[in-house]
Each structure stands twice: as C-alpha cells, then as structure tokens.
C-alpha cells in the first residue's frame, strides 16, 4: 500500500500533526464509476460489517436510477467480478494472514483521496463509565469523542499541500472544495477509529499518568499497556506500537521481578545466617 506522507520538517514548517494520504477506490454510492466490483458492495452493503458499510451509505439513500445504474454495472462486469470472488475467498475467507482492506482499481485514472491525520490531545474527549452493564456485570464506556480546530488545519494544510505537489511535479491534478474539508472529515463521526490517550506517558506528572517505562506515577506496581499511554494518536494504526509496549513492559517486569526474587533470597540467608549465629553462641555460653 504507498502513502504519500508529510516530512518531519514539513510538519514543523506549517506547524500541523502528522498526515498520510493514499489514493483510493471512487465514491462507492456514486454508479458513474462503471465498476463491476464497487457496485456489487454497494448493492449488498447490508451484509458487510458496520465499520464499513457506513462507507457505503452516501449522504442520501439510492434513487430507483442508481441501483438500475448499480445492477447494470454489475451485469455488464462479471469477469472482473469472478477475478475478486475468487481472490476474496482465497484471501480473505480461507486464508490464515487475511488481506486487510478491499482495494479495487478504477477502470479511468480518478481515484478518490484515502488519509489518515493526527489528532491534537483534547480535554473535551472524554471515556466515562456509564450506568449500562455489561454481560459480566462491568459498567459500560461511554466514549464522548470530539475534535478540534487544528485536526481540522492539519488537513486543510496537508490537502493544500498535496493539490500544490501534485500539480507542481505534472503527475496529477487533486480536485477539492477547501470549504468542505471538514464536513467531510466529520460526516461518520469517529466509526471505526481508535479512542487513544486517556493515561498519556510523560516525564511530568502534572501532564502525564505514566513514566516512560508504563508506571503510574507515584506508584511501584501499576502498570498500563495499552494505547491509552499514547501521548498523541500520531496517524497510523496502533496495533503493532500497542505490541511492542506491552512486549518491551514484560521484558522489564520480567527484571524487576528477578531482582525481587533476588532480594528476597538474599534478605532470607541473612535471617537463616543470623538465626544460626544465634543458635550457635546461645549453645557455646550453655
């Protein structure tokens, strides 16, 4: 999967978040695309997982002409439609390591703009418990997610940057309306997102919950391994850093609990060797 993706020093320069676009699929709900393949998931979108099908819902629902222009698309396209069956069964349903994402190239040479962008930390975000249980008799989340006016710069800069690069070098042109960036970021809510922060590591207690080794501070023994350490979202999936913490606090708490072990042992002989010190002079004045 290529990215295009701001330079540290780009960041600096406009002062924005981190970024990172990748060109994408067209506008499902829309049948002018003429794919085969994207009509289908359009047509049966009540049978994909929530987190995507809010992609496919559009901003209204399907007139009686585009599900004909859908179900045309579909008749019209039945060998690159057996091509991505046949590699969603081996790739996806039978497969051990199952392909991520559904990536369908469009026959013209339009795509449409796919990005990942940093949040800035925000104290009106909040995860609260709620009255409502679970089934093991937990209180549920309730996640009050919410964004701020430099989430909204971080695209706007990074977009305009894109159109500029983009048109600059003659490898493309990027079509936007700038005045409705943020509609577009926020039309879904946070579907499918991941809430991090909440215990964010730091040097500082005053603005941080953990040290750099996942400790409360103040504490000896609580630790945390979770995204809720980070100190921002950055731009990518947390998956594989949520991993690499919690391997990196096991190799420490697997050290920390050796040197225990060894204190303890230590603190045991001298008790046994003062013990018997004892024994032995009480026995050598009997």
């Known amino acids: 999967m290529r990215r295009l993706a701001l330079t540290a020093e780009a960041q600096r320069r406009l002062q924005i978040g981190n970024f990172v676009a990748r060109l994408h699929h067209p506008h499902i709900p829309d049948p002018s695309h003429c794919n085969g393949v994207l009509s289908l998931l359009q047509l049966s979108r009540m049978f994909i997982p929530y987190e995507y099908r809010m992609r496919l819902q559009g901003d209204q629902p399907l007139t009686p002409g585009q599900w004909l222009r859908h179900l045309h698309n579909v008749v019209r396209d039945p060998l690159t439609i057996s091509r991505f069956l046949w590699h969603w069964l081996r790739h996806r349903t039978l497969a051990q390591r199952k392909y991520p994402s559904i990536i369908v190239a469009p026959k013209s040479e339009r795509y449409s703009l796919d990005f990942h962008c940093e949040q800035q930390p925000n104290r009106d975000s909040r995860v609260t418990l709620g009255a409502d249980r679970d089934a093991f008799g937990m209180p549920r989340l309730r996640v009050d997610w919410r964004y701020a006016d430099g989430d909204v710069n971080t695209v706007r800069r990074a977009i305009a940057l894109l159109a500029h690069e983009l048109r ?4 493309g042109e990027f079509e936007y309306d700038p005045e409705a960036v943020e509609a577009e970021m926020t ?24 040290d750099a080794n996942a400790c409360v501070h103040g504490m000896d ?31 420490r708490l697997k050290v920390l609990h050796a040197r225990q072990r060894t204190t303890e042992f230590r603190a045991s002989a001298l008790q046994v060797s003062n013990d018997t010190a004892r024994d032995s002079h009480g026995a050598s004045v009997a």
Do not use: C, K
């Open 168 to 171: 600059r070098s003659g490898a």
């Open 187 to 210: 039309r879904y809510g946070a579907y499918g997102g991941h809430h991090i922060g909440t215990a964010r590591m730091g040097n500082d207690p005053r603005s941080s919950v953990v």
């Open 221 to 251: 023994n609580l630790f945390i391994a979770s995204a809720a350490v980070f100190p921002t979202s950055s731009q990518a999936n947390p998956t594989l850093t949520v991993v690499a913490l919690a391997l990196r606090l096991a190799e």
